[in-house]
């Protein structure tokens, strides 16, 4: 089993910044790709930010150039980097991970989520 622990989440002001984590855990042969969802109240999970093994990027039309992601692949771990942020980045934030247990066995895990919420 694998588990994904988000951190980082909370309350900011407009234009201030965040930096989530997701720590992965557990049987882990390797991690594919790594990325960062959110979902708003009433909204449909939206793709924020991905990253590739090798540390290719992928960002959402609304947050690039605002929001980066990195990895650490030594500590299994994932951060976003969150400035600038706006009322509408509020959401709940999910980290999400490709993993490989063995050679041969592959999955897609989620974190619980982490809450941010930006005040106007």
């Known amino acids: 089993q694998v588990q994904l622990v988000e951190s980082g989440g909370g309350l900011v002001q407009a234009g201030g910044s965040l930096t989530l984590s997701c720590a992965a855990s557990g049987s882990i042969f390797s991690i594919n790709d790594m990325g960062w969802y959110r979902q708003a109240p009433g909204k449909q999970r939206e793709l924020v930010a991905s990253?590739?093994?090798?540390?290719?990027?992928n960002y959402n039309a609304a947050v690039k150039g605002r929001f980066t992601i990195f990895r650490d692949n030594a500590k299994n771990t994932a951060y976003l980097q969150m400035n600038s942020l706006k009322p509408e980045d509020t959401a709940v934030y999910y980290c999400?991970?490709?993993?490989?247990?063995?050679?041969?066995?592959?999955?897609?895990?989620w974190g619980q989520g982490t809450q941010v919420t930006v005040s106007s």
């Open positions: 999400t991970a490709d993993v490989r247990s063995t050679v041969y066995r592959r999955q897609d895990y």
């Open positions: 990253i590739g093994s090798g540390g290719d990027t």
